[in-house]
């Protein structure tokens, strides 16, 4: 996938169709600020489109996340214009209105979209424990 030179390494055209499938699923991240329902100062969410139905409880996303030194990580899913947790119906965001405008402007979810949120003392952590969590949600699904 990439090529390495005396100038630099570079994406082969196999690694560009990678980056632009990669790009389709997890087309937007953002930070979100402190809320209700996240545990850390930082917090950074990722959108997986069309991921819902791969999603069984959410805790695995929060597995992953912690690997890499979160603590702490919720994954939601957008359902009916609502945000809800795996295996429930009920808007988990009604009483957390900025945080639901703050992540349907910056992510523009749509039906069957996941968000995992990753929370952290530090910023990087929290960016980098998400990153992983959805990467790996991807890669066993």
Known sequence: MIQSTRSGNFLTEKGKKFT???????????KIERNGIT??????????????????TGL???DYAIMYGSS????LMFKNNRFVFPGEDKDCLIKEKKTKQSLV??????EGDIIIISSSDDPFV??????????WTIATN
């Open 20 to 30: 632009v499938q990669l790009q389709k699923i997890i087309p937007k991240e953002c």
């Open 39 to 56: 545990q850390g100062k930082n917090n950074h969410a990722i959108i997986l489109k069309k991921y819902s139905s791969t999603i069984k």
């Open 60 to 62: 695995e996303q929060r």
């Open 72 to 75: 702490g990580c919720i994954t």
């Open 105 to 110: 402007k910056e992510l523009e979810p749509s």
């Open 126 to 135: 929290a960016e980098i424990s998400a990153k992983n969590s959805a990467l």
